[in-house]
């Protein structure tokens, strides 16, 4: 099932410069992941951040979150090709353990 | 980090035949395995969980009798798609859940296409 709602749809962007992606979602959470998905292949988590944290930090990547609008970010400062794939948002993970997915993110850094 | 092995990585078959895509893990005890479908340029859509030892629980519409699930072990799990159709083509992909794992681990998807 799905009910968070990632935008931009698609980016695209020139290497060394930033990309966000936004996550909205709809009901209270414990925490929200964030997974990226090369071409034709599984997902790889990237960061998770509690209910109780405003930013993390990761190598090039910082995630926000405010639970007051139900949102949340994820920057890649100075983007590489390598960082071309799908980002999505997850919640969930409760005691049924199931997460609910965005739609994700497109994102293509060019060389 | 976690491991989890998904094969085969892409399979062809015919129409009507059966297939079973396996998901191991490595290096932990997945006690909770999720499998997923995905469409081209769609998120994942979860189709069924399942706990080592137990019956899946499948989603709303998903048939479990043509997509049988078995975790008959803490460290494998297979999705068995049976009588295919060229409408189950699709992008299929495993993610356990360990009790002692925080995190998600996701098996590298596999590509089905039906004939």
């Known amino acids: 099932s799905q009910q968070g709602e990632e935008d931009p749809q698609a980016l695209s962007i020139q290497e060394g410069e930033n990309a966000t992606m936004n996550c909205s979602y709809k009901?209270?959470?414990?925490?929200l992941q964030w997974y990226r998905q090369n071409s034709g292949r599984g997902l790889v988590h990237l960061i998770l951040?509690?209910?109780n944290e405003r930013e993390k930090h990761s190598g090039r990547l910082r995630v926000t979150l405010d639970t007051s609008k139900k949102s949340s970010s994820l920057l890649i400062t100075a983007s590489r090709a390598a960082d071309t794939a799908s980002y999505f948002c997850?919640?969930?993970?409760?005691?049924?353990?199931?997460?609910?997915w965005g739609l994700g993110t497109s994102l293509a850094v060019n060389p | 980090g976690a491991v989890v092995s998904q094969h085969p990585s892409r399979v062809i078959c015919k129409s009507g035949t059966s297939v079973k895509i396996e998901c191991r893990s490595l290096?932990?005890?997945?006690?909770?395995m999720f499998w997923y479908r995905q469409f081209p340029k769609q998120s994942l859509m979860l189709m069924a969980t399942?706990?080592?030892?137990?019956?899946?629980?499948?989603e709303q519409g998903v048939e479990k009798d043509k997509f049988l699930i078995n975790h008959a072990s803490l460290t494998l799990s297979t999705l068995t798609v049976t009588s295919a159709h060229p409408e189950d083509s699709s992008f299929y992909i495993c993610?356990?859940?360990?009790?002692?794992?925080?995190?998600?681990?996701f098996g590298s998807g596999t590509r089905l296409t039906v004939v």
């Open positions: 399942s706990n080592e030892g137990s019956k899946a629980t499948y």
């Open positions: 290096d932990f005890q997945a006690t909770t």
């Open positions: 993610s356990a859940k360990s009790d002692s794992n925080y995190g998600y681990t």
């Open positions: 997850a919640t969930g993970g409760g005691n049924n353990r199931k997460l609910i």
């Open positions: 951040i509690r209910s």
């Open positions: 009901t209270s959470i414990n925490n």
